[in-house]
Every structure is written in C-alpha cells, then in structure tokens.
C-alpha cells in the first residue's frame, strides 16, 4: 500500500511539474544582470543580521514585523523539541508552487540571510523591480521555512535538540521538525524546492586552489542516478544560477556529491515529483561571516524564481549541468610548503597544513589553530601559503610585560611585539563573562602562570612559532593558526582568545 501510494505521488508531482512548463515560453522579459541583483540586494539587505550565529529570537521578531506589512503572510505551523516557534512564510498566488527551506542544520545560517533580503525586496515598492514582484506573484506560490532548527541554531549546532541530523530524518520522519517539513511538503505539493545549507570552507575547485564558494546539486532519486524531467529541470535550473555565479566568483563553483541518500531531504522532494536544487554556501577568502556569500544566494536564488516564473529556465542544457565539476577536498586554512623542521641529527624539509577550528561563544567566536597534516602537500592548497625555502621554525618568547587586559593593546603594538620575537602576553585578569576573553588582536593572552609555545610542529600540535631565515631573522609569525608576514603593516581581524 506504502508503495502504491508513493507511485502516486511521483506520478501526480510529475505530471503537475511537467504540465506546468511544457505551455511556457522560454523568452526571459524580467531577468535582472548582476548590477541590479546588486542594487537589489544592498537597498534590501536585512540590517539585522549581520554575523552567522544569529538567534531565533532575532528571526521571530523579524518575522513579527513583517506579518504586520501584510505583503507576506507569516504562520506558526510548529515548535522545535525546545518549544521554538516554526514559521513559514508565503507569497504569490500563482500555479507554480515553491518550496523553500533554510537551516535545517543550526550552524549553516547563510541562506536564511539571503532569505530575509528577499523577504524585504517582496515587500519593496515605488522601485525599479516592481515588474518582478508582479511576476512572482502572478506566477508563483512561494513557502518560506527559514530556520528549520532553532535549537542547533541556538547553540549553532548541527543537529537538532534531540542529536538528530534532520537532512538524515527525510524517510523516517521521526522528529519533530523533520516530520514539520515533510508534512508541508505534502501539503503543497510543490514542482519546486530549494534545500538551503553551508558546507564546510575546505572544499576546492579540482586541480585549483579556488575555495568553492557555492556548490550546487540535483539530488538523485534512485540509487542509479537516473535523469527524469524533474531531476532534469533542477539542473536546468542549476545551469542558469551557475550562469549568474560565473559573474561574480569565476572558477569557484562546484557540484555536491551526488550519491543518492535515500535518508536525505532533497532526495526524498526529488522522488516526490518536486525539481530540487541544493545550494551549498562554502568559502570565500576574506568573507568569514559569509555576507558576500549571502549576496550570491540572494542573487541566484531570486534569479531562479523570475526564471521558472516564466519558465525560461526551460531554455537550458541540461548537459551543461554535467560540466560543473564535483566538490574536491584539498584546501586548508594555511600551507607551508618546503619548511625545514626536523633536528640537527634527523633533517626534515617538508610541507605543513594548518586548520583552525571555531569554537561558538554566544553570539561569538573564537578558532584555534592546529597542525592539520604534514609531508608532501603539492596536491594541497590554503587560503593562506608561505613558501618555507631557507625558513625554520623558532621557538616563540613571552613578553615580560604584563598587561591589566587584551584591550590595553593596539594592533600595531601588537605587531611590533611579533617583530620582536614575543607572541604571548600575560594579563592579570579577564571579565567575569566568556565574552570578556575574546580578543581580535594577534597574540597570544593568557592568565595561566606559564605558556608554553610551539617548540617542535608534530601532527595535532598546535600552531603557535615564528618562521625565520639561518640568521635568526623573523619573517613570518604563525598565531594560534593565522599568519602574519612581518615585512607588512596588513591589518586583519583575529578571532582570539584568553587561556
């Protein structure tokens, strides 16, 4: 019977999907370039959310403020496993419904920004996009679900409340939020649906050392991989975001593992009947709150829409789908190449790889870097490289001044201490919050009565030394995973921390 109704399913989404576009034109009278995706995303970019660890109190008010508007209608359809309320948000009244949904994985936030700017461009007015308000209205039935999982997102985490990865809770629909989902899903019974997520930062363009900043996929719906006309028209869809993509990140998009996950979400609306398309927001050198990322899912994700509005996205081949290449994963956060870090009796020249990893403090963060691999790197790429030829690691030294707090340091007094050979600073004390440590300064802090820098670099060690020529003289200084070259007045954001 379970079979029998499944069949149904696929054949009523599949026939709704197919009958839909197959009267369109493929012409686009509505697309918009990359200038007035731009325009569009700063006069309506939401100025409430700013950094990645945003909480659901933030998004609920949000929400509140635009049910008031009445362009939108917001409704509670749940409650997390803590209680939190599960809105959804949805717009248009045309034939083709879509479905949209964002953070169902607490610490991949990206989305469900680029999601409120395009809640704030539906309800713009007296501007130059109204013929594409117009036209999302007429043609579409829009459900929003931004943050599927307020709990892990409370705690940016993964999974839910109960440890469950909810894009793993697709088939058996056992919590709360993943059965939220699949039960809108079957009564909307979208042609379309948007499955919204980060992947980690250490993903690359093959053979290159581009980040991959979005990684796209039609999900599978059988174990072969087999092409219908809806996997088909997800990547169709997929070809003309990728088109909009090579605009403005060149080189750095890729596609996610294919592999059919029988468990996952987007797996399970693409069996359903409903063309799906993964968007995963990766890595962008210098964006470490992802809000240039956020402008590119807000760019492709609102160019979809006009296109299947009109159905132009028709128009593509789904063969160019096939050309994207497949997410690689060989980048690191740094990389020494040619490094001499063996003893006097036992000589080692060879390359190492640094990653540093975020630890949530609040609304707040702070990494620590470690030694991430060691050997012959030459497939492998960082973000950040230094060529190690003639350079050997020497051992750090602690500043004999003692300071009341981080804050009574500057950047630049900071960096000539690193000139100086000194990386750690005793302070007296911190704050009696977390958030008191947290420092965005180039050094090493500590309150402990001794620090004890790096004095060999081993697998999982930390990442703490100076890189200097044969004569002793510094080039480069390695702070808990970032680097510094000191021949530069190069000013960054450093997401330190008190031990």
């Not at 709990?151 to 909810?166: C, T």
């Not at 050309?323 to 036992?346: M, T």
């Amino acid at each position: 019977m379970k079979l029998t109704v499944l069949l149904f399913s696929i054949i009523s989404f599949s026939m709704c999907n197919s009958s839909k576009d197959s009267t369109q034109e493929f012409s686009s009278a509505h697309s918009l370039d990359t200038t007035q995706l731009n325009e569009a995303f700063e006069q309506y970019k939401e100025k409430e959310l700013y950094h990645r660890r945003f909480k659901h109190q933030t998004i609920e008010a949000l929400l509140k403020t635009h049910a008031q508007k009445n362009v939108l209608t917001v409704t509670q359809i749940g409650n997390s496993v803590q209680g939190r309320s599960i809105n959804e948000v949805t717009f248009g009244t045309g034939d083709k419904k879509v479905m949209l949904w964002s953070q169902m994985h607490g610490d991949e936030p990206t989305a469900t920004m680029a999601l409120f700017d395009l809640f704030n461009f539906l309800e713009g007015e007296n501007d130059e996009f109204q013929a594409v308000r117009d036209l999302l209205k007429e043609k579409l039935e829009l459900h929003f679900i931004p943050m599927l999982n307020p709990d892990g997102a409370e705690i940016y985490n993964r999974r839910n409340a109960q440890s469950i990865d909810l894009n793993r809770d697709g088939r058996k629909r056992q919590t709360i939020e993943g059965k939220l989902l699949r039960d809108r899903a079957e009564a909307v019974k979208p042609q379309y649906g948007f499955n919204l997520h980060d992947q980690n930062i250490y993903y690359n363009v093959p053979e290159t050392k581009n980040p991959v900043t979005i990684s796209l996929l039609a999900p599978a719906f059988n174990e072969e991989r087999d092409v219908n006309d809806v996997r088909g028209g997800a990547m169709k869809i997929i070809v003309g975001m990728n088109r909009i993509l090579q605009q403005y990140v060149p080189d750095a998009v890729a596609k996610y593992d294919d592999t059919f996950s029988p468990r996952g979400f987007g797996d399970n609306f693409q069996m359903l009947g409903a063309s799906t398309v993964l968007i995963e927001s990766g890595g962008l050198k210098g964006d470490p709150e992802k809000q240039e990322i956020r402008r590119l899912n807000f760019a492709i994700i609102l160019n979809a829409l006009i296109e299947i509005a009109e159905g132009s996205y028709q128009k593509y081949d789904a063969e160019d789908y096939n050309a994207i290449p497949f997410n690689a994963s060989q980048l690191h956060d740094v990389v020494i190449r040619n490094v001499e870090i063996g003893s006097d009796s036992i000589p080692l020249r060879t390359d190492v790889g640094i990653r540093r990893s975020e630890f949530t403090i609040n609304t707040d963060y702070f990494v620590r870097g470690r030694i991430e691999d060691l050997g012959d790197m030459e497939d492998n790429y960082g973000y950040d490289e230094v060529d190690g030829t003639g350079l050997k690691l020497i051992v750090a030294k602690v500043s004999p001044q003692i300071v009341d707090s981080a804050q009574n340091l500057t950047i630049d007094q900071s960096l000539d201490l690193l000139r100086k050979g000194f990386m750690a600073v005793k302070v007296k004390q911190v704050g009696p919050s977390k958030e008191n440590k947290l420092h965005q300064l180039p050094l090493i802090f500590f309150t402990q009565n001794q620090f004890f820098p790096t004095t060999e670099i081993t697998l999982g060690g930390t990442a703490n030394f100076f890189l200097g020529d044969e004569s002793g003289q510094l080039k480069y200084a390695i702070v808990n995973g970032y680097v510094i070259d000191l021949s530069k007045k190069d000013k960054a954001i450093w997401k330190n921390v008190v031990f």
